[in-house]
């Protein structure tokens, strides 16, 4: 949703990303709700990917995260009027995604996960969809969270060529730590689809997992995203992923509704077949 937004000549903020919009131009985001509804989406995200406690605070907005959580949970809800579909709520690292160093405190980590998750789920998700992240503090403090709490979720991580996260863990070593805290399923997102190759031989590890990559130009952290890996290209990719049995897929930056379509339309394909 954030890149289609900036392809539409919206400037992200620097601290709120593309969830200012929920306020200034919430029509956008249910048109774009809409979109992925039509194009066969069984799930959406709520577009609070930087409305977590530590982004609002460091931004000049005077609402709170709770009130931009609502908002934006609300905007999704609209969207899907009377269709089934199931509402991710998207809980991003509490600093930037592709940031390496930490530069709050674990006590300011612990409350930004545990009131960002509980406003998502109060808001009315059907679960937290945990997603880039790359730090294995958090992550501890994010499983452990929501397995205490009986909150369902699925942990996506995002990882570096060489198969670690930012923080120097392994990736697989994590993905099988987290797995011990009873997720929906775990996940790599993010990630550009050569990076995801890599990975994906050793998939057959794991239980429940799923994917949704990076379809932007050259790397994951351009200022400026637009589509780098089209629909058919996508879908191409997807499929000789099928064997491994993902639960779960989507598509990240740089893609659009329509790469959702052909993987609507491919999948379909392949159960009446």
């Not at 903020?13 to 029509?27: C, G, Q, R, V």
């Not at 709770?66 to 089934?84: I, M, P, R, W, Y």
């Not at 997992?209 to 089209?230: P, R």
Request: glycine share 6%; proline share 5%.
């Amino acid at each position: 949703m954030g890149s289609l937004l900036q392809q539409d000549g919206i400037t992200p903020d620097p601290h709120l990303w593309m969830s200012k919009i929920n306020l200034t131009a919430p029509e956008k985001i249910t048109a774009l709700h809409e979109k992925y509804i039509k194009a066969g989406a069984d799930i959406i995200t709520t577009n609070t990917f930087r409305t977590n406690p530590v982004s609002v605070q460091a931004s000049s907005t005077r609402i709170t995260s709770k009130n931009l959580v609502e908002k934006s949970v609300a905007l999704a809800k609209k969207a899907c009027g009377s269709e089934t579909v199931i509402i991710a709520g998207a809980n991003p690292p509490a600093e930037d995604c592709y940031q390496i160093k930490r530069s709050i405190s674990k006590k300011e980590l612990e409350r930004n996960h545990f009131e960002h998750i509980d406003s998502l789920m109060n808001a009315g998700c059907d679960f937290i969809l945990n997603e880039t992240q790359s730090h294995f503090d958090e992550i501890k403090i994010i499983t452990s969270f929501c397995h205490r709490n009986t909150i369902p979720f699925v942990l996506s991580l995002f990882f570096t060529p060489d198969l670690k996260l930012l923080s120097g863990h392994q990736l697989f070593d994590t993905l099988t730590y987290a797995q011990d805290f009873g997720p929906l399923a775990v996940g790599l997102n993010c990630v550009m689809p050569s990076v995801f190759q890599k990975a994906l031989k050793r998939i057959s590890a794991l239980q429940q997992w799923g994917f949704y990559l990076n379809c932007g130009t050259t790397t994951f952290n351009n200022e400026n995203i637009h589509c780098g890996v089209s629909p058919e290209t996508y879908t191409d990719i997807v499929k000789k992923s099928l064997s491994k049995k993902p639960s779960f897929i989507g598509a990240c930056c740089g893609s659009s509704p329509l790469h959702i379509k052909n993987l609507k339309d491919m999948l379909d394909e392949k159960s009446l077949s």
